[in-house]
């Protein structure tokens, strides 16, 4: 098999050339398409086609959260590097994430709890509207529904696709009974890198729209 000739501005370009071809005939909801294209692109697994599901109206919810400025929640720093810091600027979007804070680690340690779990609590005293991109943490969705369910937490977005086998499944299933914006990776299959390409896939979207 031949190399292809790229250049490295049209690589990504190609990739979408790619994944459109492999996808064929199939359709989707155009909010969706650039969501499911990007976390394709980034995994190059095309189960995300169908195991990448959305709420009602999420994808818009969560394009008017961001135009807000409203801030992203992560559970891992990986996650929170993987979210481009330009695409952020034009809504002034702020990333925290709160895993490796010491009093996060500290009350982990006393409560008996996780430091996902904890950095839930840390992000609902913000006492502000977030969105959470959780890729590698169940415990942080399990946080973040009974603290939605008690109306301590009000999440503009939640991004559910950490990956794993201990109490992955059964947590994305609770997210996608809430009744606030979800997008969701059904199954074990997700990750830091997917929750950050999701971010992204929205983000890019504001700034298309602006052409």
């Known amino acids: 098999m031949e190399l ?3 250049l490295p501005e049209d690589i990504e370009k190609r990739s979408f050339e790619i994944i459109a071809r492999e996808l064929g005939d199939r359709t989707f909801p155009p909010e ?6 990007r976390v394709i692109h980034t995994t190059a697994d095309f189960d995300y086609a169908d195991n990448l599901v959305f709420s009602d109206n999420g ?3 969560a394009l008017e959260a961001l135009r807000e400025g409203v801030p992203i929640v992560t559970d891992t720093n990986m996650g929170k590097a993987g979210i481009n ?4 600027k034009k809504y002034k979007n702020e990333v925290y994430c709160f895993m490796s804070d010491p009093d996060v680690a500290r009350k982990a340690k006393e409560e008996g709890t996780t430091r996902a779990w904890a950095s839930m609590d840390k992000a609902a005293a913000l006492g502000r509207d ?3 991109a959780i890729g590698n943490a169940p415990t942080a969705l ?3 529904y009974e603290l939605t369910m008690r109306g301590i937490l009000n999440p503009r977005l939640i991004i559910g696709v950490p990956v794993g086998f201990v109490n992955v499944i059964q947590a994305k299933e609770r997210i996608m009974t809430m009744d606030v914006p ?3 990776g059904k199954g074990r299959k997700g990750g830091s890198n997917v929750a950050a390409s999701i971010c992204n896939a929205l983000l ?3 700034k298309d729209d602006e052409k």
């Open 204 to 206: 890019y979207q504001l």
């Open 59 to 61: 994808v818009y919810l």
């Open 182 to 184: 979800w997008i969701v």
């Open 32 to 37: 969706q398409f650039p969501v499911i294209r």
């Open 85 to 88: 810091k330009n695409a952020l």
């Open 4 to 6: 292809e000739q790229i």
């Open 130 to 132: 977030c969105v959470f």
């Open 142 to 144: 399990i946080r973040l």
